[in-house]
């Protein structure tokens, strides 16, 4: 049993030193998987508005020996996107932006976890230009609503 409880927090350990290290990648720690937990999110979450996303979010303290992680999902609608290779580009362009950019959010936020839930509601496919310049506006948003000065910790 305490070897096992061992190699659980070793390996959350060097997942956050990664994560936290400089390292630009979008791991599988950081990735809102569970169903159950996007459900929650979208139910019981604060929701916002940030150009081209609407968002979701649920935060809680993060736990002593760690410090905090932003656990993203992203979703397309079919409505407005029929074709899923157009569906996929815009989750690419999401997930790329969001790699590269994170490091706004981990620079304020390093004791709140957060589980987000980004929809993407424009109307065309975006560039990589616009598509990163709105994924920096919500982390922006995000982190000052999370942050010391948001008083929400």
Request: overall charge positive; charged content about 25%; aromatic content about 16%.
């Amino acid at each position: 049993m305490w070897i096992y409880r061992f190699c659980i927090q070793t390996f959350i350990f060097i997942a956050y030193k990664f994560i936290l290290s400089g390292k630009n990648t979008y791991s599988k720690e950081e990735r809102l998987k569970s169903s159950i937990r996007i459900n929650q999110v979208y139910t019981q979450g604060e929701q916002g508005f940030c150009h081209p996303f609407k968002y979701y979010f649920i935060h809680q303290p993060s736990s002593p020996e760690v410090s905090g992680i932003l656990k993203t999902c992203f979703s397309i609608p079919k409505r407005k996107f029929k074709k899923a290779v157009d569906r996929n580009r815009i989750k690419r362009l999401c997930k790329e932006s969001f790699r590269l950019n994170k490091s706004i959010y981990y620079q304020t936020c390093q004791n709140i976890d957060c589980d987000v839930y980004l929809i993407f509601i424009g109307k065309d496919i975006p560039d990589y230009a616009s598509m990163e310049k709105g994924m920096k506006n919500f982390l922006e948003k995000l982190s000052k609503h999370l942050g010391p000065a948001g008083g929400k910790e």
